[in-house]
T-cell receptor
Framework: EAQVTQNPRYLITVTGKKLTVTCSQN?????MSWYRQDPGLGLRQIYY???????DKGDVPEGYKVSRKEKRNFPLILESPSPNQTSLYFC?????????????????FGPGTRLTVL | AQKVTQAQTEISVVEKEDVTLDCVYE???????LFWYKQPPSGELVFLIR??????QNEISGRYSWNFQKSTSSFNFTITASQVVDSAVYFC????????????FGKGTRLHILP
């Protein structure tokens, strides 16, 4: 089954304790992206990746890191989480065609990770 | 800079009524893509439609229809004969082909269909 998986689904942590949220897709998609969803703010892009070893900042990258060492995986790293990073996080992937590499096709979203930072 | 505005924060309609969700976008690019996604109460995000800037044909899929008008920079979504299962948050999104590889989402419209 084609899918994007995220782990963990729920996480409560404390300020400053490093954490990683994993994201994996089995569709061989080039494009992957992380979003956070907050009430009244919609979905905001944190980081995205066009392909392996290619990552770039979205609109709200502060306090986050990502890596793309393999095509299928795109982990989100919070080196020193703070309460303002309490949010619902979604990972997504999309295929890219030769003429248009990027978020120009349907995105497949993971189920979301609800993070609470105390 | 690219921008997506969904001015309707929340809408409530009675079942079987028609409802239109507005989406207005800003872009300086000539080639761009517009999307609608649905987020039901269960929380997952579901793709509904993609439209590129060169295709202004309106689209109908069952009870759903989309009206793309470049002249007003709008990409509105209409649900005909709404049903309770249509209750969800709906997001409009924009990506520009030549500027960068970001995608911008609107803040969403929460739609309540009342039985």
């Amino acid at each position: 089954e084609a899918q994007v998986t995220q782990n963990p689904r729920y996480l409560i942590t404390v300020t400053g304790k490093k954490l990683t949220v994993t994201c994996s897709q089995n569709m061989n998609h080039e494009y992957m992206s992380w979003y956070r969803q907050d009430p009244g703010l919609g979905l905001r892009q944190i980081y995205y990746s066009m392909n392996v070893e290619v990552t770039d900042k979205g609109d709200v990258p502060e306090g986050y890191k990502v890596s793309r060492k393999e095509k299928r995986n795109f982990p989100l790293i919070l080196e020193s989480p703070s309460p303002n990073q309490t949010s619902l996080y979604f990972c997504a992937s999309a295929w890219s065609d030769r003429e248009a590499m990027g978020p120009y096709n349907e995105q497949f979203f993971g189920p979301g990770t609800r993070l609470t930072v105390l | 800079a690219q921008k997506v505005t969904q001015a309707q924060t929340e809408i409530s309609v009675v079942e079987k009524e028609d409802v239109t969700l507005d989406c207005v976008y800003e872009t300086r690019d000539t080639t761009y893509y517009l999307f609608w996604y649905k987020q039901p109460p269960s929380g997952e995000l579901v793709f509904l439609i993609r439209r590129n800037s060169f295709d202004e044909q309106n689209e109908i899929s069952g009870r759903y229809s989309w009206n793309f008008q470049k002249s007003t920079s709008s990409f509105n979504f209409t649900i005909t004969a709404s049903q309770v299962v249509d209750s969800a948050v709906y997001f409009c999104a924009l990506s520009e082909l030549w500027r960068d590889d970001k995608i911008i989402f609107g803040k969403g419209t929460r739609l309540h269909i009342l039985p």
